[in-house]
C-alpha cells in the first residue's frame, strides 16, 4: 500500500501540540494533520480561558460592589 503520512510537532512558549495523519496523497494527509492540529489547539485555548474564568464564588465581586457603594453614599447596614 502506497501511503503518505505527515507528522507536525509545535513548539512555542506553553505544551508541545503534536497531530499526524495518513492519505493516499501528500496534500491530503497534510490538510488532515493540520485539521487535526488545529482542533487540537483550539481545545487548548478553551480550557485555558475556562481556567481563567472558574471563579470560586461568583457572587463575591457583586458582594465586595455593593459594599463600596454603600460606603461610598454613606450607607450603612443592610444592603444598597
Do not use: M, W
Amino acid at each position: 500500500k502506497n501511503c503518505q503520512r505527515v507528522e507536525i510537532t509545535g513548539r512555542g512558549c506553553g505544551p508541545v501540540a503534536r497531530a499526524e495523519a495518513s492519505a493516499q496523497d501528500f496534500y491530503a494527509a497534510l490538510d488532515a494533520a493540520v485539521a487535526k492540529l488545529e482542533a487540537r489547539l483550539g481545545r487548548s485555548h478553551d480550557r485555558r480561558l475556562d481556567d481563567r474564568r472558574s471563579d470560586p464564588d461568583p457572587g463575591a465581586f457583586f458582594a465586595s460592589q455593593e459594599e463600596n457603594l454603600a460606603q461610598l453614599h454613606g450607607v450603612t447596614g443592610g444592603t444598597f
